[in-house]
């Protein structure tokens, strides 16, 4: 079945560790976002990929890094610097160019800083 | 930059009856793309059902459908015979048509949590 898989589901980081969420999709999809979901605000747009080798910053990219060296791959670290981490991250993947496609998403990881 | 409001934190709704969630947003494009997520307590989002500004056809998809309003910028989802399955939060989102840059990326509402009840 074609999808979008995330690990870990759940998430347990001490202050000032990096932690990886990671993010694999096999719909063959070029285009890849990562979002950042907290209670009462919706989803933010943290980063995202139109093509392998190649990201943007979105609207909450301070605190986080990300790579994409493969198109079936895009993993978030979430660095110490980011202020607050405790969130439920969600990865998207979408056909590129297509602007009234839909955006697949995978099933999220909670993230929580002790 | 765009911004999407849904001014009903949370709503009810019996099942079997008929509920509309609202959803207005401002931009200053005329071409854009406007959509319904779903997102249940197992928290993974669904796509419910989109709209393309410049159709004036309101898009229905089985038991949900949009009442779109291009001038007021309104984009509202009813929802009819309820369902328990039904249950959960509801974001509207919007996306640009421009091609390139951030104009892919989806701007969402803060949620409406609808509960169904017997």
């Known amino acids: 079945d074609g999808g979008i898989t995330q690990s870990p589901k759940y998430l347990f980081r001490k202050e000032g560790q990096n932690v990886t969420l990671s993010c694999e999709q096999n719909?063959?999809?070029?285009?890849m976002y990562w979002y950042r979901q907290d209670p009462g605000q919706g989803l933010r747009l943290i980063y995202y990929?139109?093509?392998?080798?190649?990201?943007q910053k979105g609207d909450i990219a301070e605190g986080y890094s990300v790579s994409r060296e493969k198109k079936e791959s895009f993993p978030l670290t979430v660095t110490s610097a980011q202020k607050n981490p405790t969130a439920f991250y969600l990865c998207?993947?979408?056909?590129?160019?297509?602007?009234?496609?839909?955006?697949?998403f995978g099933p999220g990881t909670r993230l929580t800083v002790l | 930059a765009q911004t999407v409001t849904q001014s009903q934190p949370e709503m009810s709704v019996q099942e079997a009856e008929t509920v509309t969630l609202s959803c207005t947003y401002d931009?200053?494009?005329?071409?854009?793309?406007l959509f319904w997520y779903k997102q249940p307590p197992s928290r993974q989002m669904i796509l419910v059902i989109r709209?393309?500004?410049?159709?004036?056809q309101n898009a229905t998809e089985n038991r949900f459908s949009v009442n779109f309003q291009k001038a007021a910028k309104s984009f509202s989802l009813k929802i009819s015979d309820s369902q328990l399955g039904d249950a959960a939060m509801y974001f509207c989102?919007?996306?640009?048509?421009?091609?390139?840059?951030?104009?892919?990326?989806?701007?969402f509402g803060t949620g409406t949590r609808l509960q169904v009840t017997l």
């Open positions: 998207a993947s979408k056909v590129a160019g297509g602007q009234f496609d839909e955006q697949f």
């Open positions: 709209q393309e500004a410049y159709k004036q």
């Open positions: 931009t200053s494009e005329s071409d854009y793309y």
């Open positions: 989102a919007y996306r640009s048509a421009r091609v390139g840059g951030t104009a892919s990326k989806l701007t």
């Open positions: 990929s139109q093509i392998v080798n190649d990201f």
């Open positions: 719909l063959n999809h070029d285009a």
